[in-house]
Nanobody, 129 residues
Framework: QVQLVESGGGLVQAGGSLRLSCAAS????????MGWFRQAPGKEREFVAA????????YYADSVKGRFTISRDNAKNTVYLQMNSLKAEDTAVYYC??????????????????????WGLGTQVTVSS
């Protein structure tokens, strides 16, 4: 069982930066691929970024590539999302999610929300234009 708690959201002007954190409980954080998703009002939840359990592989949505960076610190049971050059269209509730990767290797990751086993409650990011 893993519990995920996001933090770091807030209000920022366009062009600014935020760093989101997702702290995980439990001792098996290093067995989980992690992902960030977001949901804007009136829209479906969408994939943002994913990171393999060993941190060695990452993947990004085209809309954030070059601006966002996902990283993790397994010693701190935390995954991060550094968001730079923020745009108004990045406004959303951001969720982190964990996908247990037993038997799938340390470089496994997924962009499909249905594959994730655990979700945080989300943190609001608002970008003013």
């Amino acid at each position: 069982q893993v519990q995920l708690v996001e933090s770091g959201g807030g209000l920022v002007q366009a062009g600014g930066s935020l760093r989101l954190s997702c702290a995980a409980s439990g001792r098996t954080f290093s067995n989980y691929a992690m992902g960030w998703f977001r949901q804007a009002p009136g829209k479906e939840r969408e994939f943002v970024a994913a990171c393999s359990s060993n941190g060695g592989r990452t993947y990004y949505a085209d809309s954030v590539k070059g601006r966002f960076t996902i990283s993790r610190d397994n010693a701190k049971n935390t995954v991060y999302l550094q968001m730079n050059s923020l745009k108004a269209e990045d406004t959303a509730v951001y969720y982190c999610a964990g996908d247990q990767t037993l038997y799938r290797g340390t470089y496994y990751l997924t962009i499909e929300p249905s594959n994730y086993d655990y979700w945080g409650l989300g943190t609001q990011v608002t970008v003013s234009s």
